[in-house]
């Protein structure tokens, strides 16, 4: 049983996944359903479509706005959008979601659905190709990657994560394959699809510099392109939306607080036991991959590990609502979540070759 730990820590990792995501269900027959069409859209949306009703009320409704004016040249869609400085971060998705649709606003919900199915797919087809090129079990890894929860969650909510993962997941495939370059390029649309991703660039780097892995040239040439696209955009959004609150500043705070709290008080918020369960799970997860994560990594510092690491660092400081609610946690703690399964099958390996 020991030495079969690390693949029984994968398994349970793939197994507990799964059972999240049956749970919790994701995708009610439509694609429209799929869209989450909340209060905030409706009147946008009947301009398109007057038939359009609103239906489960959640993020993805906010992506559809932005789809319709997805490099914000002009500011018609901004009351249409909760928090516009924040949501506009993550601008690669609807941009997409357009570029999909030929600009045709009836079809931006089935381009939006179109692109995050295949974002899903492509997961588990990177995932594949990482297995092969590690020697590790690829149709095991692809399976697995394409369960995770948060996952599964976004990419039938019209929600942004599946795609950065997509490209987090491809970014990390080519730099193992050393094509620093497209390892770059992938990794820079992922700063675009969602602004923390570029945690796993930084990570790369941090961990190449302490490796001597390549030139001191390359490696500052390889962050300098994944990291540049996105704050680029940013700057571009403060110059566009000078007077628009950012709450970013206020999602930051001492390691590991926010968990805890947040876990405090959805333990304590009034909601069926059958959301307690989904919302605290997610949590305990969490909290048990950071503990691995922060034990073994220094016995066994190989690139997934590092970049394990690199999202226990993101993660211990995040607050605001995350860890309360398991729509959020689920999707925040994705990667962690890829990253570990890639590692542990990483390290049974090592285990039954040594």
Not at 83 to 91: H, K, S
Not at 144 to 160: E, I, K, N, Q, Y
Not at 331 to 348: G, S
Request: glycine share 6%; hydrophobic share 50%.
């Amino acid at each position: 049983m020991r030495t079969k730990f690390y693949f029984l820590a994968a398994l349970t990792l793939i197994v507990f996944n799964i059972w999240h995501s049956l749970n919790r269900g994701v995708w009610n027959g439509s694609i429209r359903d799929s869209l989450t069409m909340g209060p905030n859209v409706i009147e946008l949306a009947q301009k398109t479509d007057p038939r359009i009703r609103i239906r489960k009320q959640y993020d993805g409704q906010f992506f559809y706005a932005m789809t319709f004016d997805p490099l914000l040249l002009t500011r018609e869609t901004l009351s249409y959008v909760d928090t516009p400085v924040y949501r506009y971060r993550r601008m690669l998705y609807p941009l997409l979601g357009y570029v999909f649709a030929l600009g045709q606003r009836a079809w931006f919900p089935y381009s939006l659905f179109f692109v995050n199915v295949t974002a899903w797919f492509l997961i588990g087809f990177f995932l594949w190709k990482v297995g092969r090129l590690e020697g590790l079990p690829a149709m095991t890894m692809a399976v697995g990657g394409m369960a995770v929860s948060g996952l599964v969650f976004a990419t039938f909510r019209s929600l942004c994560d599946t795609l950065a993962a997509c490209l987090v997941i491809g970014g990390c495939y080519f730099w193992r394959k050393k094509d620093f370059w497209g390892s770059a390029l992938l990794l820079a649309l992922a700063g675009l699809a969602r602004e923390v991703s570029v945690v796993v660039p930084v990570s790369i780097f941090i961990y190449s510099i302490f490796k001597k892995d390549g030139s001191l040239k390359k490696q500052i040439g390889f962050i300098s392109i994944a990291i540049l696209p996105a704050l680029l955009w940013m700057l571009y959004l403060r110059m566009k939306l000078p007077h628009v609150p950012d709450p970013a500043g206020q999602l930051i705070t001492f390691p590991f607080w926010g968990l805890l709290q947040e876990t405090w008080i959805s333990w304590h918020r009034e909601m069926t036991t059958t959301e307690r369960i989904r919302s605290i799970s997610i949590n305990v997860e969490t909290a048990l991959l950071m503990g691995f994560v922060l034990v073994r990594f220094w016995k066994f510092p190989t690139f997934w590990g590092a970049l394990c690491l690199g999202q226990v660092v993101f993660l211990s400081l995040l607050r605001g609502d995350i860890w309360i609610y398991h729509a959020s946690s689920a999707r925040v703690v994705a990667l962690l979540t890829l990253f570990c399964l890639i590692w542990f099958l990483e390290l049974d390996r090592r285990r039954r070759v040594s």
